[in-house]
């Protein structure tokens, strides 16, 4: 059901997010890179390098509509001002458009900031929610990202300070990009 989207990701040398790669398909609401659209064509996320050795700044974000033959109907980069690198990470379609989850950092040396776009059916972006911090400690780390009803639900961790021991993090945003809620608590999610 996906081949013509992957066949496009490996034409064109997309780089997808290997964490969120197992929600594609999902009847779950999980932001995935490669999402089915009700037109029954795709949209694709992912991350473009130009080849060669890794350099800093070069990264863009990218989402492709394709057609259901996988035929490109629009391709556009959504990088930021304050950041140097990026991983697009996943979307998930709304009934006007699509939320897009970008990984954008302020220096490669450090943690992503979380950003959330939401695009029209088009492509036009409608707003980019961050949430707080610059990728080091008190900067959360949403591991899962999903649709709720009329919000997106965000779990993950976050550092409460320079000591690399991670907490539990929750939160939720609204489709018109408020963050609803910001919980730090709970035991290391990863123990």
Do not use: C
Request: overall charge positive; glycine content about 12%.
């Amino acid at each position: 059901m996906f081949e013509p989207a992957r066949r496009y990701v490996k034409d064109t040398d997309l780089a997808l997010y290997s964490y969120h790669t197992k929600r594609i398909g999902n009847a779950e609401g999980y932001l995935a890179p490669i999402v089915r659209t009700r037109d029954g064509g795709f949209v694709v996320v992912g991350t473009r390098r130009p080849p060669g050795k890794y350099r800093v700044g070069v990264s863009r974000p990218v989402v492709a509509k394709l057609d259901a033959s996988g035929k490109k109907q629009w391709e556009k980069d959504y990088k930021a001002p304050g950041f140097l690198d990026y991983q697009a990470a996943s979307a998930v379609e709304l009934p006007d458009g699509y939320i897009v989850y970008i990984l954008s950092y302020v220096h490669p040396a450090r943690g992503s900031v979380t950003r959330l776009v939401r695009l029209d059916s088009g492509g036009g972006k409608l707003w980019d929610t961050r949430l707080r911090g610059e990728g080091r400690d008190h900067t959360p780390f949403p591991q899962d990202v999903r649709l709720v009803g009329n919000a997106l639900t965000l779990e993950g961790h976050i550092y409460k300070d320079a000591s690399d021991t991670a907490y539990g993090w929750r939160g939720t945003v609204s489709l018109d990009g408020k963050v609803l809620t910001d919980e730090v608590g709970g035991p290391n999610p990863y123990k």
